[in-house]
Structures are given as C-alpha cells and as structure tokens.
C-alpha cells in the first residue's frame, strides 16, 4: 500500500513531454538584424509618445508592425493556435499605453 502511494506521488512529479511539433515557421523570416530594427523602431515609438498623441485606430495595427509576437498572421500566437491569448496581449498592450499617455479614451 505505501509503495503504491509512492509510485503515485512520483508519477504526479514526473516532468511532462510537451508537444514540440508545432512548427515556429511563419516567425523564420525574423533575422537578427531586423528584430533589431523592431527594437530600435519601438524604442522610438515609445519616446514620441509624449510629443505625439496616439490614435486608438491606428495603435493595433502600429504594435502588431513594431510587436512580431502581436502579428495577426505570422505571430506566435498564431503559430500555437492561441488566437485569443494574441488580442489579450495586444489589448494589455493597448491599455498601458493608454494609462501612461493619459489617453482613457481608447480604452
């Protein structure tokens, strides 16, 4: 009997496989120097802020050029087919923004 609890309690700790066919392919065509680019050029987005009002419109369309993980078609998120995770993270996104512009009205 404590032998049978054992081999329970050590198969709950056991590490699981995770599935690792899912393919990252539609993120390839992100070399080094363009993700460094993104960075530079979101960088840059964000030191305008405070000179340049954002417009609620055009903001998803802005994060998902400057975000790779927030592109609608080739993002991560698409890639591990959590479509719903994607508009979370870009709404989180959207929100902070707006928070540290003062910008309530595109919430």
Not at 20 to 44: A, C, E, F, G, Y
Not at 53 to 72: H, M, S, T, Y
Not at 81 to 90: C, I, L, M, T
Request: charged share 25%.
């Amino acid at each position: 009997e404590k032998m049978a609890s054992r081999t329970s309690a050590t198969s709950l700790l056991a590490p699981r496989r995770i599935n690792t066919n899912w393919s990252l392919k539609p993120m390839r065509h992100l070399s080094m120097i363009s993700m460094k680019k993104l960075s530079v050029d979101l960088i840059s987005f964000l030191e305008t802020l405070d000179r340049k009002p954002i417009k609620g419109d055009e903001l998803p369309g802005v994060l998902q050029k400057l975000i790779p993980e927030l592109n609608a078609d080739a993002g991560t998120h698409v890639v591990f087919k959590q479509q719903g995770e994607r508009e979370r993270a870009e709404s989180s996104c959207i929100s902070l923004l707006a928070l540290i512009t003062g910008s309530y009205e595109i919430f």
